[in-house]
């Protein structure tokens, strides 16, 4: 039966914020999430068994057990939840995951938090610049942060784009947050910049990214793999953002 299964008991929480980590350009989503599951050390919460999602097992090096390829961890401390994804999701199945998603973040009364990268060029040393658009009334939550409004008009694609698309629609706080990324390889740099000026801002919780910096190569070999595959797949598998005039 499609849906979202909880393993073990559930936590109590009060005002969950949501983090989503499908993959997309730039793998910085995912990074980020992978990041925050770990430096929080959030226990495995539920199975996301919706329609349309690849039926595969996942397994870690040096460890037994295997797991679905999305899954949902939370931390009761920081009353975090966070969407942990190993697959890019087909683009048949995204209506149906976003329908799927959508409907349990809204019983539970969790305001998520959409991750996007920004292909773009940028000098060594430079840091990627941050953005930040809401659904319903999570706007407010923005406010009170650094986070810039987006300097153009523009489009986020993939997964992440028809959650937005589907918070939009049923007038749901929900919030995205844009990080300029390179498009063609894993960027741990913009990862850290989502978590340190992004999520840890606006879900009020510090998080340590020097490990994510210090690691960066580390990291960028291991994922290269996937990251080429997300990049030649099409937009509708692959969550990125993109300026409107390249959209239309």
């Not at 980590?21 to 226990?43: C, N, S, W, Y």
């Not at 942060?145 to 784009?161: K, L, S």
């Not at 850290?192 to 510090?206: C, H």
Request: charged residues 25%.
């Amino acid at each position: 039966m499609a849906g979202i299964r909880v393993q073990g008991p559930e936590p109590d929480l009060e005002n969950p914020t949501l983090v989503e980590g499908f993959p997309g350009v730039g793998l910085v989503g995912k990074i980020a999430t992978d990041h925050l599951v770990e430096q929080l050390d959030m226990r495995y919460y539920a199975s996301v068994n919706c329609e349309g999602l690849p039926r595969i097992g996942v397994y870690r090096s040096g460890d037994r057990t295997a797991r679905p390829p999305v899954r949902l961890y939370v931390s009761e401390e920081h009353d975090l939840i966070a969407l942990q994804s190993d697959a890019p999701i087909a683009s048949q199945a995204v209506e149906s995951v976003a329908d799927c998603l959508t409907g349990w973040i809204v019983d539970r009364a969790a305001t998520p938090i959409y991750l996007s990268g920004l292909p773009a060029e940028r000098e060594n040393g430079t840091r990627p610049a941050l953005y930040g658009v809401a659904t319903g009334d999570a706007g407010d939550r923005l406010e009170s942060t650094d986070i810039a409004m987006p300097p153009e008009d523009g489009v986020i694609t993939g997964p992440t784009g028809a959650l937005i698309n589907r918070a939009a629609h049923e007038d749901y706080g929900s919030l995205a947050l844009v990080v300029e990324c390179n498009h063609q390889f894993p960027d741990p740099e913009a990862a850290s910049v989502l978590l340190e000026d992004g999520i840890g801002p606006v879900a009020g919780i510090e998080i340590d990214v020097q490990e994510l910096v210090d690691r960066a190569e580390e990291i960028r070999a291991k994922r290269e793999q996937l990251a080429q595959q997300m990049q030649a797949i099409g937009q509708d598998e692959s969550s990125q953002a993109q300026p409107l005039r390249m959209y239309q």
